[in-house]
């Protein structure tokens, strides 16, 4: 049964109905009106709350009229997504020609990470054929899901609303509470699924179209349109998911994935945990620009005097001149931080140990004239620079970054050996990513603007060798970088492993098939693993899958006494439909295939498996 249509028909019938109430409480509210002239305020007041109310209600209710019709081309377009789908073959062996790289234009950190994959894939490969596709950009995405997802979203969690900073507040609440759910966001609900397809139906028809050998995902939103694809369409092409965040969210797990490639060990371990097998998971780091490895490598041999005064002699004569006599200053890179770049900035300039200030403003040139007013002590030499395209230059000769915590720009922070300062994260992700910098050392977190100089002025002037120094900080940051994070997703992409991986679910598949559904058990020389018994179609459907809250490879007896559950492991990658009738039996139970057992394979059954899962089809 789809519960997605019967979902939006009950949303419009409710919405329908308070339409008609509302239309009928302001037609009588007219007639029993004796005379206009008899208007008091407290009327016109009512008028005008009644005219603000049906401008919001018309505006939903086009809003749903749009949606159910986008529904209904989904159906209209089945069958030409079912038929491109199962066209598709599979390449065994052969080369990678079309791999298509999907991001959002949600801030910019999720763009630059495919653009990073993107140039190493043609390092690596001049022939092959990279499209990338902004999900968040015409024609791919439904203006609705624009304007709520990338523009009001962006403006409430940046306090940019009437909230303020309740509304960014409210946002990191309900990421929070996001994660600790039973499934992902649109995984497992056939409404949302349905909301979600609809918006990126163009998306869906460029898959199907386009035929890529290989598709990459550097946001949450295109895996679980592709496992969908996969799961009820039979979608022969394998994704790869690449976290561009430290930490892992429930919206990037989404399963078929062939491999997800996560920033750190911790993120892996949260995968694991939620079912993962640790085979499809790779520590890999965030994707950045191949140039920041050429430039770092250029910059190997050469003094940070030297290094310094090549940057600033390619990027403007006049600032070489000017920075010449002090060079051997730290070097401090405040980056664009919104509407505190003007406060941020004031601050600084009051540090007493003297610096190079280098504000990069980007395309914001009202912040640029700002700072340009405000007066700043001779001590310091300060360079205020508009949009460039040299930040890994800039990044590669600086001693501190001063930025918001954003997976991309942290992760090149870290490439650089940089010291992070955190000013001013969002609510959720950023506020993690920061979390990370403060755990490993790497980094400082300023709540308030006032306190800068005053923290600063005191790493600055810490011993080399001390604790909290510069020194001891940028150590930690090179530590736990990993710069070459691109060319190792490009290499697996490239390779033959994720059709190889494909071509045996199709085996699988199709072996299933011909011996009416039949697959082996679990050995006994396999470690203890949940059985899950699926009914589907004409057979019966054997699969393994780790426990509950485990992982494959470091599940065992011992770690069997309630292991602390995130969210239930997912068995959606068998791709049935049936996994809403879910029954957990009895530890002892077994599962019965339609063939006599004797007693004593029952006992060993019973000792091999912790529990049985049941799942019956419809």
Not at 270 to 282: F, K, R
Request: with cysteine; aromatic share 8%.
């Amino acid at each position: 049964m789809d519960y997605g249509w019967y979902g939006l028909g009950g949303v419009f019938a409710v919405l329908l109905v308070a339409g008609a109430t509302f239309g009928f409480i302001v037609i009588f509210d007219l007639w029993t009106w004796r005379a206009w002239k008899q208007l008091y305020a407290s009327e016109v007041l009512v008028w005008i709350v009644f005219i603000f109310l049906s401008l919001i209600l018309a505006k939903v209710l086009a809003t749903v009229v749009h949606l159910l019709v986008t529904c209904w081309k989904i159906r209209q377009y089945r069958a030409l997504i079912h038929t491109a789908v199962h066209d598709q073959e599979c390449r065994e062996g052969s080369r990678v020609r079309k791999v298509l790289i999907c991001h959002a234009s949600v801030g910019s950190g999720h763009s630059r990470a495919a653009q990073a994959l993107a140039s190493s894939l043609h390092r690596l490969d001049p022939s092959v054929e990279v499209r990338l596709v902004d999900l968040m950009e015409p024609p791919y995405a439904d203006r609705t899901l624009i304007y709520f997802y990338k523009d009001w979203y962006l403006r409430l969690v940046g306090g940019q609303t009437a909230c303020g900073e309740l509304g960014g507040h409210f946002v990191g609440f309900l990421f929070d509470r996001a994660n600790n759910v039973g499934d992902s966001f649109t995984g497992g609900n056939a409404l949302q699924r349905r909301i979600t397809q609809s918006f990126l139906l163009n998306f869906l028809q460029l898959v199907c179209e386009m035929k890529p050998d290989i598709l990459v995902h550097t946001h949450f939103l295109a895996p679980e349109l592709v496992a969908s694809l996969r799961r009820r369409h039979g979608l022969k092409v394998p994704q790869v998911t690449v976290v561009t965040d430290m930490d892992v969210h429930a919206w990037w797990f989404q399963q078929p994935t062939d491999q997800y490639f996560v920033p750190r060990e911790v993120a892996k371990f949260q995968l694991a945990a939620d079912g993962v097998p640790e085979s499809d998971i790779t520590v890999s780091g965030i994707p950045i620009m191949p140039q920041f490895q050429d430039t770092l490598k250029a910059l190997q041999n050469l003094s940070k005097r030297e290094s310094r005064l090549r940057f600033l002699r390619e990027m403007d004569a006049s600032l070489h001149d000017a920075f010449l006599p002090d060079c051997d200053r730290p070097v401090v890179v405040q980056m664009s931080t919104g509407r505190s770049v003007r406060h941020i900035f004031k601050s600084l300039v009051k540090m007493e140990t003297p610096v190079i200030l280098v504000v990069v403003c980007g395309r914001q040139a009202d912040a640029r004239q700002q700072l340009e007013e405000i007066e700043v002590p001779e001590r310091h030499k300060v360079a205020l620079l508009g949009f460039t395209s040299c930040i890994h230059e800039l990044l590669a000769i600086a001693d501190v970054v001063i930025s918001k915590p954003g997976g991309l720009i942290t992760s090149e922070a870290l490439a650089c050996g940089l010291m992070m300062v955190v000013v001013d994260p969002y609510p959720g992700q950023e506020e993690r990513n920061a979390s990370m910098l403060l755990e490993e050392g790497a980094g400082i977190w300023i709540w308030d603007y006032r306190d800068a100089p005053f923290r600063l002025d005191r790493i600055l002037s810490a011993p080399s060798g001390s604790k909290f120094s510069l020194a001891w900080y940028r150590q930690n940051a090179r530590r736990i970088a990993k710069p070459d994070a691109a060319f190792i997703v490009a290499r697996y992409v490239l390779s033959d492993a994720p059709r190889q991986r494909m071509m045996q679910e199709v085996n699988m598949a199709s072996t299933g098939d011909a011996n009416n559904g039949d697959l082996e058990t679990p050995g006994a020389d396999q470690p203890p693993l949940h059985t899950i018994h699926t009914v589907h179609t004409q057979g019966t459907v054997w699969s393994t899958m780790p426990p509950i809250g485990s992982s494959r490879s470091v599940y065992s007896e011992e770690k069997e006494t309630a292991p602390r559950v995130r969210r239930p492991a997912p068995v959606r990658r068998l791709g049935m439909e049936a996994f809403a009738q879910m029954k957990v039996l009895d530890a002892n139970a077994v599962p019965h295939n339609g063939d006599s057992e004797d007693s004593s394979d029952t006992e060993e059954a019973s000792s091999e498996s912790a529990s049985y899962i049941q799942v019956h089809g419809n």
